[in-house]
């Protein structure tokens, strides 16, 4: 995957998540539990595209491969502190 189709990746995650978000902010009741376990696995999916591209970016600063980088697992990805 190239640096292009993640950021296309990213683009539709977040407008996915965007139309939730409005959609519970217009229902005012919340969000159900599909809708928020949609929500979260969206965040999951953004943390993982977001560290692959970082990694790829760095990769190509240090002379490496970014095609070598691959997706880390959501456990991994999401256990870094901020």
């Known amino acids: 995957m ?3 189709t993640i950021l296309s990746r990213i683009s539709e995650l977040v407008d996915e ?3 939730l978000r409005s959609d519970a ?3 005012e009741a919340g969000t159900d ?3 928020r ?3 979260r696995a969206l965040e999951e999916s953004l943390d993982q595209c977001w560290d ?3 990694r790829r970016r760095a ?3 240090a002379h490496g ?3 070598a980088q691959g997706e880390r697992p959501v456990p991994e990805v999401e256990r870094y502190l901020q």
């Open 2 to 4: 190239d640096d292009k």
């Open 37 to 39: 376990e949609r929500l």
């Open 33 to 35: 539990d599909e809708a």
């Open 17 to 19: 998540e965007h139309r």
């Open 65 to 67: 491969d970014p095609d």
């Open 59 to 61: 990769a190509r600063q």
């Open 52 to 54: 692959l591209l970082r």
């Open 25 to 27: 902010q217009q229902h």
